[in-house]
Structures are given as structure tokens and as C-alpha cells.
């Protein structure tokens, strides 16, 4: 009869964990979504080193079955989505890139806008009055007032 080596022994262990989990998932136990246990949770529940356990869920991670990010909790991936086809698929692409263009320009307008609170903060301190400040850029008074209030 011939021993096992460590590396045998966390190996089957990884594998065990993996084997554990992949039926978990398939079963719906742990369904799209859900919190998978922690690498300290399953070290913990099969006697084994932090270390093994994070490798099983490396492994999962791998597969496809499990997303992982530092800080986050471990989750289990949604079923796997169809490439959309043809006229889809390049609506697709432009919408992404249409998304993009919008979330830039937003970004700029809320620079632009905090830009321009300051300037009319600085023209009132300075002075003049919220009326005289909307008239100069085409603006009734209260609107002036508005843009001071972070509107």
C-alpha cells in the first residue's frame, strides 16, 4: 500500500471542495447570484489550509462558475449569454459605444456646472447681484439664485 504525499492529499482536498461546490451549483443550492462560502468559511468547514480552499475556488473561478474579486464576496456567475447575431450585434456594439460617449459627456456637464456655480459664487461675493449675474449670461435671477444653491 503506498502513502499519499501532502500534495496528493490537498489536491484530492481541492478537488473535493470543487466537486462539492460544482454540485451545489448544479442542483441550485447555490443559484446565479449567491454568496459563495468564503476561502476561511470552507477551510474551515473541510479541515483544510486557507490556501486550498482559495485554489478550489481559483479553480471554480477558471471554469467559469464563480466570479472572484478582491473585497467582494464570491459569487456564483449567471448561466452564460448567447452572442447576439448579426443586425443585433452591431446595434449592440453602438449602443455600448453610444453609452460611453453619454456617460463622458456627463461627466464633463457636472464639471462644467460646478465650474460654473463657482463663477457665479465669486461674482456674488464680489458684488453683484444674482439678477445682474443671470442677465450677463441670459438667465432670470432666480435661476442665478439656482445655480448658487447647486442647481
Not at 500534495?7 to 471542495?17: H, K, S
Not at 454540485?23 to 479541515?47: C, M
Request: hydrophobic share 40%.
Amino acid at each position: 500500500m503506498t502513502e499519499s504525499t501532502p500534495t496528493q492529499a490537498t489536491d484530492g482536498m481541492r478537488e473535493r471542495i470543487c466537486a462539492d461546490l460544482r454540485a451545489e451549483i448544479a442542483a441550485g443550492k447555490l443559484a446565479p447570484g449567491a454568496v459563495v462560502p468564503s476561502g476561511r468559511a470552507l477551510a474551515a468547514r473541510y479541515g483544510c489550509s486557507n490556501n486550498t480552499a482559495r485554489t478550489a475556488l481559483g479553480q471554480l473561478s477558471e471554469e467559469g462558475l464563480i466570479t472572484v474579486l478582491q473585497g467582494r464576496p464570491t459569487v456564483v456567475r449567471g448561466p452564460a449569454r448567447k452572442a447576439p447575431a448579426g443586425a443585433n450585434a452591431k446595434l449592440l456594439a453602438e449602443l455600448v459605444s453610444v453609452s460611453a460617449q453619454v456617460t463622458e459627456t456627463q461627466q464633463k456637464l457636472e464639471t462644467l456646472a460646478n465650474r460654473r456655480r463657482q463663477l457665479v459664487d465669486k461674482l456674488h461675493a464680489n458684488g453683484m447681484s444674482y439678477a445682474q449675474i443671470g442677465a450677463e449670461i441670459g438667465l432670470t435671477r432666480s435661476r442665478a439664485h439656482q445655480i448658487h444653491e447647486g442647481g
